[in-house]
């Protein structure tokens, strides 16, 4: 049975939204009774319809929580009597643990499965935890995590996508799942904005999202839900702390914005935005700053209302400031109600002549700029100092545009360009 403090942590992390329906939420710590924890015909809200071990393999529940033990066939945990049936905007939690289990099965591969849809004749359809391969027939969304199993160092561990980190002990997973027609914005995992297509799912492992936007051919509801582990994993045990999903019924983004940026021209700074639709939009706000912490408004510019059609706005800043100018949007419906836009334009004014435009927005530092020799080299520092990463500029871009992968906390960042013998450097806030 698990302890309280380990209960209180869980709480506390997954708490993101008062607003959110609970629609499941179990952390296996009623008892160590394995049954506790479903009914195959008529569980309860917070109960599965099966913990399926497999042969020869076993489940179990400990401290940490449900316990898979894997040597031969498929294991899977199920949810496939209907969570809600008017589930639009689904976010769904969970945290796993990958471990050795000795049995001197020796791995040659497999992976593990999450899985969501819906079929009322065919439970398994979306995802069959019997295969060894992933079913996507009427499933909303499924992601495959590799497994990684070092059977000389007793090792397991799993990535997601080819190229994805390998994961060792603990790690949360967290889906949003959006069933709607619109773009929907949410709160991640790292407290953040993010959003989410049409009809589709963005997948994230602790603070980083390493799946935005991902689409099946079929669009299922994502009522109900599978974790599997495929037969061919070997040697492994799962362990999930816990399993918790909300509906969080997002909000419809009232404007998809296409751009935003900015350059010194003449003696001001032109700002250029557009937008790839816009619903009930009555106007914008333009907000500046010279420090990139505290903004006020500079200027109303009227919105196109309704339209799915792409718009195009700009806007010149005549009275600069000497240094670094930093603008951001804020868009406002007509009924009142606002959102503020995360991306923060800087433009240099007064102190040179490179225009140098920089931004970090989901994962990426974003950097408009054209070297004026062959290679120009790029450095990010943070506010004690230290150089967080290095880049080459080689101005084979599109319009000197520049998408750069690093993560970075939130704070104050210094873009240091140098460019042959000249220099160039701006403030960034992220």
Not at 197 to 212: E, F
Not at 231 to 237: G, I, K, L, N
Not at 372 to 391: F, P, R, T
Not at 399 to 419: A, S, T
């Amino acid at each position: 049975m698990k302890k309280l403090y380990m209960y209180l942590t869980v709480s506390l992390l997954c708490t993101t939204q008062l607003s959110a329906q609970n629609l499941f939420n179990q952390d296996f710590s009623d008892g160590t009774t394995l049954t506790t924890y479903y009914n195959a015909t008529e569980p309860g809200v917070n109960q599965l319809n099966n913990i399926i071990p497999g042969a020869n393999n076993t489940a179990s529940i400990t401290s940490d929580g449900v316990k898979l033990s894997k040597s031969a066939s498929a294991a899977a945990i199920i949810r496939s009597t209907s969570l809600s049936d008017d589930i639009t905007f689904l976010k769904f939690q969970t945290r796993i643990r990958l471990s050795y289990n000795n049995d001197m099965t020796v791995t040659t591969g497999g992976s593990f499965q999450i899985a969501f849809g819906d079929n009322s004749t065919n439970a398994n359809a979306w995802g069959p935890y019997n295969s060894s391969t992933v079913g996507n027939a009427d499933a909303f969304v499924s992601y495959a995590f590799a497994l990684d199993v070092d059977d000389v160092n007793k090792t397991a561990a799993y990535k997601y996508g080819l190229n994805g980190s390998l994961i060792y002990g603990w790690e949360d997973i967290t889906i949003f799942c959006n069933y709607t027609d619109g773009v929907v914005s949410y709160t991640n995992p790292a407290g953040e904005q993010s959003s989410v297509q049409p009809k589709s799912s963005d997948l994230w492992l602790g603070t980083t999202r390493v799946k935005a936007s991902y689409v099946l051919v079929n669009t299922m509801r994502p009522n109900k839900f599978k974790i599997t582990m495929h037969q061919t994993a070997h040697s492994v045990d799962m362990e999930v702390d816990y399993i918790k999903i909300w509906d969080q019924n997002g909000l419809t983004l009232p404007v998809t914005m296409k751009n935003f940026d900015g350059s010194q021209q003449g003696n001001g700074v032109k700002l250029n935005w557009s937008t790839a639709s816009e619903k009930n939009n009555s106007h914008f706000e333009i907000l500046k700053s010279t420090d990139g912490n505290v903004f006020s408004t500079l200027a109303t510019i009227q919105g196109n209302g309704n339209t799915e059609s792409i718009s195009n706005y700009q806007y010149i800043d005549a009275a600069p400031s000497i240094g670094t100018n930093y603008y951001k949007l804020k868009q406002f419906d007509s009924d009142g109600k606002s959102e503020e836009f995360n991306q923060i334009v800087a433009v240099k004014y007064g102190m040179g002549t490179d225009d140098l435009i920089a931004y970090y927005n989901d994962g990426s530092l974003n950097v408009k700029y054209t070297p004026k020799e062959k290679i120009a080299e790029l450095k990010l520092i943070d506010i004690s100092g230290k150089c967080i990463k290095e880049w080459k500029l080689d101005g084979k871009v599109d319009n000197g545009f520049y998408e750069l992968p690093v993560n970075l906390r939130k704070g104050m960042y210094l873009v240091v360009i140098k460019d042959g013998a000249k220099h160039n450097s701006i403030k960034m806030l992220n």
